[in-house]
C-alpha cells in the first residue's frame, strides 16, 4: 500500500511556542490531506481538509488562526500549531487519498503526539 | 457524527476467528463499508472495504448483508498483534475532498492467548 510519513512522532514544546508537523505522500501524489486529532480514549476527530494550491477547509470549532495548514505540493502537507497551550497536547493525524484512484482507501500517517508543558 | 454503530469491546482467543460486527442501517447507495484499525499510540490501518459483495484479502474478509444495512469483519486467525481498535466507517466512493472519514468509537478487540 501507499506510504503516509508524518515528522516529528512526537513533539515537546513550552508554551506559547509554535509547533509545525508534517506529512508526506512518499509514493503517491495526493491532492486532499486531512488532518485529524485524537486525546486519550477517544476517537479521531476531523481538523481540516488540506487541498494541493487552496486553502484548508476547517471544520467547525476548529480555529484556523490557530492550526495553519499549508499545502504547497502535491506530496506535502504542514500543520503548524501556533502559541501551543497545554490544553492542545494530542496526538495528531494525518491522511492522504491518491490523486489517481477512484473509490481509494484513505493512507493515514504514523501521527505526532504533542505535548506543551 | 459516524453513521454506524460498534459493540464497545470484544474479546477474542489467539488463533480463534474474531468477528466484529457493524450496524450502517442510514447507508445510502453510494456509501462502501470501510474497515480500519488502530493499534495503541499508532495511525490507523486500512483493511478493508466493499459495496456490496463480500470481499476478502490477505489481512480480512468483510461480509455484508444483502440489505446493507450491517456487516461483519472476520479476522480468520487472530493473532496477540491484532489487538486493536477497529473502526467501521461508511463514505462516498470518490476520494479527492470526500474522501475524509468519519470515525465513531470503533470496537477495541483484544485477542488473548
Known amino acids: 500500500g501507499a506510504v503516509v510519513s508524518q515528522h516529528p512522532s512526537w513533539v515537546i514544546c513550552k508554551s506559547g511556542t509554535s509547533v509545525k508537523i508534517e506529512c508526506r505522500s512518499l509514493?503517491?501524489?495526493?491532492?486532499?490531506m486531512f488532518w485529524y486529532r485524537q486525546f486519550p480514549k477517544q476517537s479521531l476527530m476531523l481538523m481540516a481538509t488540506s487541498n494541493e494550491g487552496s486553502k484548508a477547509t476547517y471544520e467547525q470549532g476548529v480555529e484556523k488562526d490557530k492550526f495553519l495548514i499549508n499545502h504547497a505540493s502535491l506530496t506535502l502537507s504542514t500543520l503548524t500549531v501556533t502559541s501551543a497551550h497545554p490544553e492542545d497536547s494530542s496526538f495528531y493525524i494525518c491522511?492522504?487519498?491518491?490523486?489517481?484512484?477512484?473509490?481509494?482507501?484513505?493512507?493515514f500517517g504514523q501521527g505526532t503526539r504533542l505535548t506543551v508543558v | 457524527d459516524a453513521k454506524t454503530t460498534q459493540p464497545p469491546s470484544m474479546d477474542c482467543a489467539e488463533g480463534r476467528a474474531a468477528n466484529l460486527p457493524c450496524n450502517h442501517s442510514t447507508i445510502s447507495g453510494n456509501e462502501y463499508v470501510y474497515w480500519y484499525r488502530q493499534i495503541h499510540s499508532q495511525g490507523p490501518q486500512y483493511i478493508i472495504h466493499g459495496l456490496k459483495n463480500n470481499e476478502t484479502n490477505e489481512m480480512a474478509s468483510l461480509i455484508i448483508t444483502e440489505d446493507r444495512k450491517s456487516s461483519t469483519l472476520i479476522l480468520p486467525h487472530a493473532t496477540l498483534r491484532d489487538t486493536a481498535v477497529y473502526y467501521c466507517i461508511v463514505r462516498v466512493a470518490s476520494g479527492g475532498s470526500q474522501g475524509n472519514l468519519i470515525f465513531g468509537k470503533g470496537t477495541k478487540l483484544s485477542v488473548k492467548p
Open positions: 509514493d503517491f501524489q495526493a491532492t486532499t
Open positions: 491522511s492522504a487519498t491518491a490523486l489517481d484512484r477512484l473509490n481509494t482507501e484513505a493512507f
